[in-house]
């Protein structure tokens, strides 16, 4: 018998009635139960779904034919009394977290107990609202999956991380790759023959590190992604909150700032105008245009040539300029942050995203911003930490992602 078409049984939306769909039902609570306790008795998992012993084992025995569940034998419980503990299997199943940036793609595989099994970081790649690039994406993702060493009818889900206004429940993209009437998803999910969630880039990161990173026992926590833009992904009461069409979220688009710069978006005076890699990238090229110097500059480099990782790496050399121009966007991020503290009264904000690389040059003039900015008895409660996945936050955020809606967790 072969594995995955019981798996996609498991998984599967079509509607099936009576006893079938109950079975069905029954199977994912198990197999949730399992994710989260790792392992569990027959006797545990009885009370657990308010059903008989006997019918609790057809189950399980059903999970071990799909090759989802196995017996991990007779291990001690506190009484001393020897039951069988039942646990999923890492291999049984798959799924793929596909995080887009704007010169590099990270993609990873997931195995069905989250450990990230195989990951290819920094694939070169232009993101531009063009069908060539949308065409390149494809061609990243299906030459991951043929390289992979897993049968790919494992492979579950997949999910894909885009910056800019995503709505997660129906598919669509507004701000990449908006070309086709269906639903971006659908146009994936046919491309690459594997069913496909889209997700906003900073939430997937956010994701990640709510499940497996900084995260311990927080339940009210803020995520903001320091890159090009500025993002935010936001945990409350342990749960991702999305808003109405999951635009959620949209920190580096609030006008903080009354100056004349347009924004990306179309409005002036966005955080993102002042406070973003983008803008540090704008102000570092008007100082050096101004006369100021840089190691960058006097490396050959030309302004316009710029990324956002090379005033990174300057600023970690020691480059003055960088470290000051970081230091000054610090102090504008920190306003936006000092905002979103005085409204949400978070135990915990994460900071994330490549400008997080510099370290103390960025987080300390957060640090005392949000002092300076935010109430004194709010920020008392919150602290801040750098993310623990760094730029892997975004790929097991994703993969994570995946997993996870498909079995109707997130
Ligand atoms: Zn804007």
């Known amino acids: 018998m072969s594995a995955h078409h019981s798996i996609f049984g498991v998984f599967s939306e079509e509607n099936i009635t009576g006893v079938a769909n109950k079975n069905q039902s029954l199977k994912r609570t198990i197999i949730n139960y399992l994710d989260v306790t790792a392992h569990a008795t027959i006797a ?52 793929i ?34 069908k060539e690039s949308f065409e390149e994406l494809i061609t990243i993702i ?18 894909i991380n885009l910056s800019g206004r995503v709505n997660t429940t129906n598919g669509y993209s507004y701000s990449y790759f908006h070309f086709y009437e269906e639903p971006l998803s659908a146009t994936i999910e046919n491309a690459i023959g594997i069913r496909t969630f889209l997700e906003n880039d900073s939430r997937a990161m956010a994701y990640g590190e709510f499940h497996i990173g900084t995260v311990k026992t927080e339940k009210n926590v803020l995520f903001v ?23 959620g979220g949209e920190l580096g688009h609030v006008p903080l ?54 005033i990174i790496e300057a600023a970690n050399n020691e480059d003055v300029l960088s470290i000051e121009l970081i230091g000054e966007i610090g102090d504008k991020i920190g306003r936006g942050i000092a905002l979103l503290i005085n409204i949400f ?18 987080r300390l003039p957060i640090r005392s911003a949000l002092n300076k900015y935010s109430l ?35």
């Open 225 to 247: 992604n320091l890159d090009y833009g500025i993002g935010l992904g936001i945990l409350i009461d342990g749960k991702v909150y999305y808003g109405k069409s999951g635009f």
């Open 97 to 130: 977290g596909v995080d887009v940036n704007r010169y590099s793609i990270n993609i990873g595989l997931l195995d069905f107990k989250k450990n990230l099994v195989t990951v290819k970081m920094q694939v070169p790649y232009n993101l531009e609202n063009t």
């Open 376 to 410: 004194s008895l709010v920020n008392n409660d919150t602290q801040l930490r750098l993310s623990k996945l760094g730029k892997k936050a975004g790929v097991v955020g994703g993969c994570l992602m995946a997993r996870n809606r498909l079995l109707s967790m997130v």
């Open 142 to 159: 299906k030459k991951f999956i043929a390289e992979l060493e897993v049968d790919r009818n494992q492979i579950l889900a997949a999910c």
């Open 257 to 310: 700032f009354n100056n004349q710069i347009i924004c990306h978006c179309g409005k002036k005076g966005c955080l993102e105008t002042e406070a973003s890699g983008q803008a540090l990238l704008r102000i570092f090229k008007e100082k050096i245009e101004q006369g100021s110097t840089s190691s960058l500059v006097k490396n050959g480099m030309l302004p316009e040539q710029l990324r956002l990782d090379d």
């Open 345 to 362: 009264n978070p135990e915990l904000v994460i900071l994330g995203g490549s400008l997080i690389e510099t370290g103390d040059y960025i």
């Open 44 to 95: 545990d998992l009885s009370m657990e779904l308010g059903i008989s012993p006997p019918k609790t084992t057809s189950l399980i025995n059903e999970l071990i034919q799909d090759g989802l569940v196995q017996d991990e034998g007779k291990i001690d419980s506190t009484g001393g009394r020897r039951a069988s503990m039942f646990g999923l299997v890492a291999e049984s199943c798959f799924f």
